[in-house]
């Protein structure tokens, strides 16, 4: 099954609000599949039931994408048998690292040059030999651009040209980005490719001062971000938008609340969809 709409991540939290009601407003799941490989066995009959009423996406956490030490092949081969066994459509992951010598715990900025562009291009081409399908990476939010010699968006252009791969486009962390380095949020969006747009993300953050936030998932979305949302379905066509919340979680109501919102925002630019459609 393809995934299509709005979508919720499943955690184990929400597994006892789920027995005998899945909302029908939730159009597909995603999971990181670093939680699933090993999981525990009393979970995996409610995760398989729930993952035949609806598709399932990932979104990895241990690629290390960016990374200087070698690949880590036998994890990959993992990934793939994981996508094959559960019938995933889409693999993304973080455009960042997270390992040197070790597992740092965090998604680390890759520097922003050219010779970043190359290195980070061959490791995506070589995860997706392996995989065979084409890998999907998503902007991340960051704090410090260590050695900058190009600007976000000509380092992310660079990167979806030369190494093939697609992009989900996180909305929270454009918006993120835009406060903490003084950029305009709406011309960032204009200038990605529409045709890499295949996914996106939509959270909340912390407002740790007028000029820092802090990318959470653990609040609310707020309404900059929701017109900013709206805006890139106007510019690249409605693309299937997950709900992303890690922790501080509300009830599955709450939750599919603001399902429903993304669901209203994709609705009213249905025909915007339709018009890129018929540019492809």
Known sequence: MKAHGAGLGLRRELFNQLNDNIP?????WEVAPENWIKAPPSYLPQFKELIQSKPLVTHGLSLSIGGIQPLDVDFVKQIKHFLKQYNVTLYSEHLSYCTGHG???DLMPIPFTEEAVKHVSQRIKQVQ???ERQLVLENVSYYAAPGQKLSEIDFINAILHESGCQL????????VNSINHNYNPKLFIQSLPSDKVVYGHIAGHFNEADDLLVDTHGADVIDPVWDLLDFAYQQHGVFPTLLERDF??????????????IKQIQSDNNGIEAEH???A
């Open 277 to 279: 459609r018929d540019r």
């Open 248 to 261: 501080n979680l509300p009830s599955l109501a709450d939750l599919v609340l603001e399902v429903k919102k």
């Open 24 to 28: 029908d407003d939730i159009d597909f």
């Open 129 to 131: 030999d392996i995989l």
């Open 103 to 105: 597992h740092l715990y």
């Open 168 to 175: 989900l486009l996180d909305v929270n962390n454009v918006y």
